[in-house]
């Protein structure tokens, strides 16, 4: 597999930066040109052909040049971009813009307003999650003689809740017995949230690696908490913003991402695993897993309550968007309604 090196790397950082700034593929001679690097269109041209054969950039059908693709912008995104930190004077300016005297309705509505208005694309406020749900005690007992099996989890201090699930075969009562006491015994006094995105991404992928009581355990509790219901909304301004970008401006993809904001479900999920992160986290494109959502990148960071997260707030726009600016604006903004919200009586 062929390496990034420097010289590569500054020649993608310039190509990413021209694209973000004017939209348009960025040809060989425009990058020889600009990068600073004193190297020929041809030496150029041969570091692209690199940088395509890795999947870093790609060629439009109708222009010569190139454009970053998913996985270029995540390697500028995680490596080659600087952050620049909001001046003294741009925070005030929005802690001054963020409605803190209303109800909390008021507050988040204005959060999401004010993350549009400054960057031009659509801002989204998760509504706070009232009460962080504790797993305390889960038990596994088998329904009849099917594949059914009744669920007992025991969440908080003293709350019960119960749910049916189908398995794909069936199994002993010793095995569920062995199931439930694994479960509990990693999981007991975290979060629903955490457990949930534990199970689904790192225990998961080691499935093959593991006994068979373990396998078990990960099957069911991946039935148990990926579909768990919420009962948590968000406030979303300014999808409108949207259409005034020509990448997102085709019809048919306007109204899948419309469907999305309006049904909210695959929304919801996405913001709610960024609940479990402690700072801001970038979906670029394909990386959000939803077709709706393909031709965008979500900036997100979350918000605390007497120091726990309660939900996160962010930025929904194209792949093409000032991760730069809009990186700091988003963490700083989820700062300021944290501040607000716990100044509250």
Same mark, same amino acid.
């Given at each position: 597999?062929?390496?990034?090196?420097?010289?590569?790397?500054?020649?993608?950082?310039?190509?990413?930066?021209?694209?973000?700034?004017?939209?348009?593929?960025?040809?060989?001679?425009?990058?020889?040109?600009?990068?600073?690097?004193?190297?020929?269109?041809?030496?150029?041209?041969?570091?692209?052909?690199?940088?395509?054969?890795?999947?870093?950039?790609?060629?439009?059908?109708?222009?010569?040049?190139?454009?970053?693709?998913?996985?270029?912008?995540?390697?500028?995104?995680?490596?080659?971009?600087?952050?620049?930190?909001?001046?003294?004077?741009?925070?005030?300016?929005?802690?001054?813009?963020?409605?803190?005297?209303?109800?909390?309705?008021? !507050?988040?509505?204005?959060?999401?307003?004010? @993350? $549009? *208005?400054?960057? /031009?694309?659509?801002?989204?406020?998760? +509504?706070?999650? =009232?009460?962080?749900?504790? !797993?305390?005690?889960?038990?596994?007992?088998? @329904? $009849? *003689?099917?594949? /059914?099996?009744?669920?007992?989890?025991? +969440?908080?201090? =003293?709350?019960?809740?119960?749910?049916?699930?189908?398995?794909?075969?069936?199994? $002993?009562?010793?095995?569920?017995?062995?199931?439930?006491?694994?479960?509990?015994?990693?999981?007991?006094?975290?979060?629903?949230?955490?457990?949930?995105?534990?199970?689904?991404?790192?225990?998961?992928?080691?499935?093959?690696?593991?006994?068979?009581?373990?396998?078990?355990?990960?099957?069911?509790?991946?039935?148990?908490?990926?579909?768990?219901?919420?009962?948590?909304?968000?406030?979303?301004?300014?999808?409108?913003?949207?259409?005034?970008?020509?990448?997102?401006?085709?019809?048919?993809?306007?109204?899948?991402?419309?469907?999305?904001?309006?049904?909210?479900?695959?929304?919801?999920?996405?913001?709610?695993?960024?609940?479990?992160?402690?700072?801001?986290?970038?979906?670029?494109?394909?990386?959000?897993?939803?077709?709706?959502?393909?031709?965008?990148?979500?900036?997100?960071?979350?918000?605390?309550?007497?120091?726990?997260?309660?939900?996160?707030?962010?930025?929904?726009?194209?792949?093409?968007?000032?991760?730069?600016?809009?990186?700091?604006?988003?963490?700083?903004?989820?700062?300021?309604?944290?501040?607000?919200?716990?100044?509250?009586?």
């Amino acid at each position: 597999m062929l390496e990034i090196n420097e010289r590569a790397q500054r020649l993608l950082k310039k190509l990413v930066e021209a694209y973000i700034r004017d939209g348009q593929p960025v040809g060989s001679r425009a990058l020889a040109r600009d990068s600073g690097l004193n190297l020929s269109s041809a030496t150029v041209r041969n570091i692209m052909i690199d940088l395509e054969e890795l999947g870093m950039v790609m060629s439009p059908h109708t222009s010569a040049g190139r454009i970053p693709t998913t996985k270029g912008y995540r390697l500028f995104v995680d490596a080659l971009l600087k952050i620049r930190p909001l001046q003294d004077q741009e925070v005030i300016l929005l802690k001054n813009q963020l409605n803190i005297n209303g109800k909390m309705e008021d !507050l988040l509505e204005s959060a999401s307003a004010l @993350l $549009s *208005d400054i960057t /031009r694309m659509a801002g989204v406020v998760m +509504v706070p999650r =009232r009460d962080i749900s504790v !797993l305390r005690q889960i038990e596994f007992l088998p @329904l $009849s *003689d099917d594949n /059914r099996v009744l669920v007992i989890a025991v +969440v908080n201090e =003293r709350e019960v809740q119960n749910r049916i699930i189908t398995t794909a075969r069936r199994y $002993s009562p010793a095995e569920l017995q062995q199931a439930g006491n694994y479960l509990t015994a990693m999981f007991a006094g975290k979060d629903l949230c955490a457990i949930r995105n534990t199970v689904l991404s790192e225990m998961s992928a080691a499935k093959d690696e593991i006994n068979s009581v373990m396998q078990s355990a990960i099957t069911m509790a991946g039935q148990v908490f990926s579909d768990a219901p919420t009962e948590t909304s968000y406030v979303l301004a300014g999808q409108t913003n949207l259409m005034d970008f020509t990448e997102l401006s085709d019809l048919a993809k306007l109204r899948q991402l419309f469907d999305a904001f309006n049904k909210k479900n695959d929304i919801l999920y996405l913001l709610d695993q960024c609940l479990c992160a402690e700072s801001a986290q970038v979906f670029i494109g394909a990386e959000s897993d939803y077709e709706a959502l393909e031709e965008c990148s979500v900036v997100t960071a979350p918000y605390m309550i007497d120091g726990k997260l309660v939900g996160v707030l962010g930025v929904i726009g194209p792949t093409r968007m000032a991760y730069d600016r809009v990186i700091p604006i988003v963490d700083v903004t989820a700062k300021l309604l944290s501040a607000a919200l716990n100044q509250r009586p």
